[in-house]
C-alpha cells in the first residue's frame, strides 16, 4: 500500500471521527468545494452545503453517535469502510420521525474519494432503512389511532331525534317526518348533559 493511500484512509478516519463528534468545522474542512454525495436523504440538497445541513440535522436529533470501524481498504484515490453506527433518537424530529429515547443501529459501507487530500465524492450503502422506515409506520399507525378515538362518534337515539357527541363538539339530527331531517350545532354544554 502506498504512503497515498494510507494518507487517504487516515484522513477517512478523521472525518468519520469529527462526523460522529458532530464538528462541522472540520469536517468542512476536509469536504472539497465541489463535494457531491451521491445517496441524498429525502429532502438533502446536493453539494457540500446539502450534507453538512443534513448531518446538522441529524445531530440535532440524535445523541450519543458512535462509529466502530470494521475494515478500511483503500486503492488509488479511493477509501472503502465499514462499520457499525449507533445512536440515541432523543433530542428532536429526523426525517419526520418524533423521538423515541431509543437506540439506532446500522451497518454502513462508505466509499470515499480523495484527490489534493480533500474528499470530493462519498457513496454510502448499508443497514437501517427498514427499521427506520418500521419505526415511521409505527408512528403514523399511533398518530391514526389517536385521531380515530378523538373522532370517534358517541350516538344517543331517539324516535325522532338522533344525538352524535364527537369529540367536543355535539350534534342533534332531528327528524320530522316526512321532512328532510335537519342537523343543529349544540353549544358545547350539550354534550355534557349525554
Given amino acids: 500500500m502506498s504512503s497515498e493511500e494510507e494518507f487517504n484512509k487516515a484522513l477517512v478516519r478523521r472525518f468519520l471521527e469529527a462526523h460522529a463528534k458532530g464538528d462541522l468545522n472540520t469536517m468542512e474542512e476536509m469536504l472539497a468545494p465541489d463535494f457531491v454525495d451521491h445517496n441524498l436523504l429525502p429532502g438533502q440538497r446536493p453539494g457540500r452545503e446539502g450534507y453538512l445541513r443534513a448531518h446538522t440535522e441529524h445531530h440535532a436529533a440524535y445523541s450519543h453517535t458512535r462509529y466502530v470501524i470494521d475494515k478500511q481498504l483503500a486503492e ?10 449507533s445512536a440515541i433518537h432523543d433530542r428532536g424530529e429526523w426525517m419526520g420521525l418524533v423521538p423515541t429515547g431509543k437506540e439506532f443501529k446500522a451497518l454502513l459501507i462508505l466509499i470515499h474519494r480523495i484527490v489534493g487530500g480533500k474528499i470530493t465524492d462519498e457513496w454510502t450503502q448499508g443497514s437501517g432503512l427498514a427499521e427506520h422506515t418500521q419505526q415511521r409506520l409505527d408512528q403514523e ?16 337515539d331517539h324516535p325522532t331525534a ?24 349544540l353549544p358545547p354544554s350539550a354534550k355534557a348533559a349525554f
Fill in 162 to 185: 338522533r344525538l352524535y357527541v364527537c369529540s367536543d363538539t355535539a350534534w342533534l339530527r332531528i327528524d320530522g317526518g316526512d321532512a328532510t331531517p335537519t342537523m343543529r350545532l
Fill in 76 to 85: 488509488g484515490d479511493e477509501v472503502v469502510t465499514t462499520f457499525a453506527a
Fill in 141 to 156: 399507525l399511533r398518530e391514526r389511532e389517536r385521531i380515530e378515538q378523538e373522532l370517534s362518534t358517541t350516538v344517543v
